[in-house]
């Protein structure tokens, strides 16, 4: 399938990955990360593609981590994620680290699903009950990481079901390079790729 066919407004919702100002914006903890979604100006693209979506009433749902501070809910069972929970203002919340970037623009009308635990979005939280309500039949996805994150949002996907599509310039890994090896041997075969204005021409011309 094409991507018009693929992209079809009433077919498709977008999800974004963790793209919290404590995650890519001001308050980032893991400066490499950040300092890589600025060096590709991936949070433009990403404010490009939910604008785009909320104008042909496409779905948009915001995929985010959030921790109590007492780490209650959030097993410490990687090392990632150990590493992570050193910092005690790790996206807690509450605080203005969970908040949505504001290259997102206006996001009061988006849909939100937030997890306390793991490594993706869809396990054990409310995503996929989220995209079932809308009829979301293809998931956009966008945002960070392509090292984790993001990878294990197209793979979920895909395993319950979904087609995926990824907005190739509206993600990133770390190395950068890295991320893109990422995209090329491993997301093309799970996912169809497209720019962000390859994925939202479908949702202009409607």
């Known amino acids: 399938m094409d991507l018009a066919a693929l992209c079809a ?8 990955m963790e793209l919290e100002r404590g995650v890519v914006g001001a308050l980032a903890s893991i400066p490499a990360l950040a300092q890589a979604a600025a060096d590709r100006d991936i949070l433009t693209s990403c404010g490009r593609l939910v604008s785009a979506a909320r104008a042909a009433g496409v779905p948009v749902v915001h995929a985010i981590a959030s921790w109590r501070s007492d780490r209650a809910g959030t097993p410490l069972n990687t090392p990632l994620v150990r590493a992570l929970s050193r910092n005690p203002a790790q996206i807690l919340e509450g605080t203005e680290a969970v908040e949505l970037v504001p290259e997102l623009g206006d996001c009061s009308g ?6 306390r635990h793991g490594l ?3 396990t054990g939280t409310d995503l996929h009950e989220q995209l079932r309500s809308v009829g979301a039949t293809t998931v ?15 793979l979920s996907a895909a395993d ?3 087609e995926v599509v990824l907005a190739t310039d509206a993600v990133v890994g770390v190395p950068v390079a890295y991320g893109d090896d990422v995209i090329r041997h491993t997301l093309s075969t799970v996912s169809s790729c497209g720019t962000v204005a390859e994925i939202t021409a ?3 011309r409607s």
């Open 110 to 115: 988006d849909r939100t699903s937030t997890r």
């Open 9 to 16: 407004p009433e077919r498709c919702a977008v999800v974004t």
């Open 120 to 122: 993706t979005p869809f």
């Open 160 to 162: 319950l079901g979904y």
């Open 140 to 154: 956009v996805a966008c945002g960070v990481s392509l090292n984790v994150g993001v990878l294990g949002l197209c």
């Open 202 to 204: 479908p949702w202009i």
